[in-house]
């Protein structure tokens, strides 16, 4: 029962303490005025600040327990200073309600397929290490990294130590709810607007619904919710009637850094930024006003000190696109290999290969479209096809419920954002055609937005309406807890899980491996006796207070 009570109370710490750095960060940085906040926002704006704390702490300090408690009570503090300015701005309770309800989620037995593999370690390897280099020699894991890692390594904290570090993903997950309520909220309360509220409604359902499983965000799912809003936000910026102000772009950006730093493959998401641009009247005054700005150049050093991570891990800015890639460092991964895994990747998500099955030549399975049939054997049916079938049932749903008779509308500025989208889904689907790589949110935009449309040509806005919209969430909702309930019965009767009694999750034991090896290899360095180690395949050497790993070519 004590593990219960420790994650229940970190749970609320922790959040309160992500809300205080956003507080400090939107007080010096955006000059807001508590008063008029967003909690949803100010939580974003909180992640971003510990991020890059995280980030440039990390090359210099190990996130220990003592580093970690400054961090957290230093955000605790400023959110209880500003306790009174939050309960004015009637944000509180919604937070408190939307966190409340993500409890279920945080108590888990089974994680991530890849936390045991590489989320774990790596995390851990932050919190008894400073400025690591060449880790991608160690695992392929380590290679691809996430700013997932570098948050969950500050919640190493006394008594509970790593047994919190598979609760990031409910921080964005909460963060995301309560923006897209606030959206609905607002609509509702100015009845403007009409389809982005529908895609707002349609967003927070389907991300509930269909990502209601924490353990499976892994470290894509919480970029993916953040592109949902990213895209509900240059909407409603790109149909403003009149030209927006220019502070309205600084969110846009703030979310695309973060959904760089949690997956840098997600750099292709950079011409939704375009969009805006392409719509505002006056461009060069836009730009004059990035260029002096402080968060500009806060994200800007986000997404280059993960470029910069990239390459001390592997010599690669992004890693596996071999053009990106420097192979004439001592660290650096071959470029033979970073071709090998940029195949393997594709061969993966073209259903070319699973635990039991490889195909015989992977070269000339991924070329053109000779993987389709497979793919549409293997993986289509019936990953993809139930994915589908719960879309177009969530549509019907809506459909049933707010289809009523014509309204006059206004045209909306969306063809271009739609087209982008087009391009983003068919680069993902001749890539890498797997849900969790990208196509989740994708195929979900692509049907919400024309739907969302429709639906504000074609629903009446009768006494009832609000009381319908409240309909939709409370389904969500209950849709939401139920599976959660399953999955919690579930994993009782699989691993004999109760989170009375042990609250911890069961599949920790296994990930230590690649930290001994790495504490070994440093023991050979620092004691100086690197012949005992000969038989490690990975050597290192010490530069400066860090340690830098590599094989011999």
Same mark, same amino acid.
């Given at each position: 029962?004590?593990s ?5 109370f970190?749970?609320w ?6 809300v205080?750095h956003g507080l400090?960060?939107?007080k ?18 909180g992640?971003f600040?510990l ?33 009174k300015k ?16 993500l409890?279920?989620t945080i ?5 991530? !397929?890849?936390?045991?593999?590489y989320?774990?370690?790596?995390t ?11 880790i ?6 380590f290679r ?6 570098y948050?969950?390594?500050l ?19 909460g963060?995301?709810?309560f923006?897209?309520?606030k ?6 309360d100015?009845?403007?607007n009409?389809?982005? /509220?529908?895609?707002?409604l349609f ?16 470290? !894509?799912r919480s ?21 927006? #102000?220019?502070?309205?772009?600084l ?7 973060i959904i ?9 998401y /950079? ?8 719509y ?13 700005n402080?968060?500009f150049?806060?994200?800007?050093s ?16 992004i ?5 990106l ?18 195949l ?5 998500s ?8 490889r195909? &015989?030549?992977p070269e000339?399975?991924?070329?053109n479209f000779?993987?389709l049939?497979n ?9 993809v ?9 969530l ?15 206004n045209?909306k500025?969306?063809l ?10 068919? &680069? ?8 969790r ?6 195929i979900?935009?692509?049907f919400? /937005?024309?739907v969302s ?5 074609y629903?009446g806005?009768?006494?009832?309406f609000?009381?319908?919209v ?6 969500g909702i209950?849709?939401?807890?139920t599976?959660n ?5 579930? #994993? ?7 989170p009375?009694?042990?609250a911890?999750?069961? !599949? ?6 690649i930290?001994?090896n ?7 360095? !620092?004691k100086?006796?690197? #012949?005992?180690c000969e ?6 050497k ?12």
């Amino acid at each position: 029962m004590t593990s219960f009570f420790l994650i229940f109370f970190y749970y609320w710490v922790i959040i309160f303490s992500i809300v205080g750095h956003g507080l400090l960060f939107s007080k010096f940085i955006f000059k807001q005025p508590n008063s008029n906040i967003n909690i949803g926002y100010i939580g974003l704006y909180g992640i971003f600040s510990l991020l890059l704390i995280s980030y440039f702490s990390s090359f210099f300090l190990a996130h220990d327990l003592f580093f970690n408690l400054i961090i957290i009570i230093f955000g605790l503090i400023y959110f209880f200073v500003s306790f009174k300015k939050i309960l004015l701005s009637n944000n509180f309770k919604i937070l408190i309600i939307i966190y409340s309800l993500l409890l279920i989620t945080i108590y888990a037995a089974k994680q991530h !397929d890849d936390f045991g593999y590489y989320h774990f370690p790596y995390t851990q390897l932050l919190t008894e290490y400073s400025g690591l280099i060449g880790i991608g020699n160690f695992n392929h894991g380590f290679r691809t990294h996430s700013s997932i890692f570098y948050l969950s390594s500050l919640f190493y904290l006394p008594f509970i130590k790593y047994f919190l570090f598979h609760l990031t993903p409910v921080f964005f997950l909460g963060f995301s709810n309560f923006i897209l309520y606030k959206k609905i909220k607002d609509y509702l309360d100015t009845k403007n607007n009409l389809y982005l /509220l529908f895609l707002s409604l349609f967003s927070l359902v389907f991300v509930n619904v269909f990502f209601y499983r924490l353990a499976e965000h892994g470290t !894509d799912r919480s970029a993916m919710v953040l592109i949902i809003i990213l895209v509900i936000e240059i909407m409603y910026l790109i149909n403003l009637k009149k030209n927006y #102000e220019k502070d309205f772009i600084l969110n846009p950006i703030i979310l695309i850094s973060i959904i760089f730093s949690l997956k840098a493959f997600y750099i292709i998401y /950079l011409p939704l930024f375009l969009v805006v641009l392409f719509y505002y009247k006056e461009k060069n005054k836009l730009i004059i006003f990035l260029l002096k700005n402080k968060v500009f150049y806060f994200c800007i050093s986000l997404i280059f000190i993960c470029l910069f991570t990239n390459f001390l891990n592997t010599g690669c800015l992004i890693y596996p696109a071999n053009f990106l890639c420097y192979e004439n460092f001592q660290w650096s991964i071959p470029l033979k290999e970073v071709e090998q895994m940029n195949l393997w990747y594709q061969q993966w998500s073209k259903a070319g290969a699973n635990p039991n099955f490889r195909v &015989e030549n992977p070269e000339e399975y991924i070329k053109n479209f000779n993987w389709l049939s497979n793919w549409f054997q293997m993986y289509f049916f019936n990953k993809v096809s139930d994915f589908l079938l719960g879309i177009v049932f969530l549509i019907f749903l809506f459909m049933s419920i707010f289809f009523r008779k014509k309204i006059k509308t206004n045209k909306k500025k969306l063809l271009l954002l739609y087209i982008i989208l087009l391009i983003l889904f068919f &680069e993902w689907f001749y890539f890498h055609p797997a849900l969790r790589y990208g196509g989740y949110h994708l195929i979900a935009l692509l049907f919400f /937005l024309p739907v969302s449309i429709f639906l504000e040509k074609y629903s009446g806005l009768k006494i009832n309406f609000d009381k319908k919209v409240y309909l939709i969430i409370f389904l969500g909702i209950l849709v939401f807890l139920t599976r959660n309930a399953l999955r919690l019965n579930k #994993e009782y009767k699989a691993y004999n899980y109760n989170p009375i009694k042990n609250a911890y999750y069961k !599949d920790f034991q296994q990930t230590f491996l690649i930290n001994e090896n790495i504490k070994k290899i440093i023991m050979c360095i !620092d004691k100086k006796t690197n #012949e005992s180690c000969e038989n490690n395949s990975i050597k290192a050497k010490k530069i400066f207070n860090s340690h830098m790993f590599y094989k011999k070519k």
